[in-house]
Every structure is written in structure tokens, then in C-alpha cells.
């Protein structure tokens, strides 16, 4: 594995963990795809650092059980402004 792939998975899972990040906002902020992201972290890292990629993810986790929730609560939100225009 190429050397600045490894560096970027790391970079990741330190990422998802110090801002409790989704796989779409860590897409985001490091510019690539969300399977990339998947990739990185539940594959790649389990090479390179499993305890990070342990930590990373149990976050990954958590957000994945909870992502309902913020959907929901995404289309309540849209619908209150709907009401108000």
C-alpha cells in the first residue's frame, strides 16, 4: 500500500474520532468519496492501526444507529420553515 494511503487513513480515523464525524462530513472535509472513507477505515486501517481503527469505528457506529434520528428531525425542520413562508 502506498505510503500517503496509509497517512491518509490515519488522518481519517483521527478525524472521525476527535469531531465525532460521519463518514459524508469526513468525505467532505478531506475531499474524496464516501467509500473511500468506508474503505479507508474498515479495511485499510485494520493494517495499519487496529486500535485506531477500532476507535473510528465505534464512532462510525454510533452516527450509523443514530442517522434516523437526524433525518427525521432534518425533514421536521424543513417542514416547520414550509409552514412559516
Do not use: W
Request: glycine content about 4%; charged content about 30%; cysteine-free.
Amino acid at each position: 500500500m502506498k505510503e500517503y494511503i496509509e497517512e491518509r487513513a490515519v488522518e481519517i480515523a483521527n478525524y472521525i474520532i476527535n469531531n465525532n464525524a460521519t463518514v459524508r462530513q469526513t468525505a467532505r472535509q478531506f475531499g474524496i468519496s464516501k467509500s473511500t472513507v468506508h474503505k479507508d477505515v474498515a479495511e485499510r486501517l485494520l493494517y495499519i492501526n487496529p486500535h485506531l481503527a477500532s476507535e473510528a469505528r465505534k464512532v462510525l457506529d454510533v452516527n450509523k444507529s443514530e442517522r434516523h434520528i437526524r433525518g427525521g428531525l432534518a425533514t421536521k425542520e424543513k417542514y416547520l420553515h414550509q409552514k412559516t413562508n
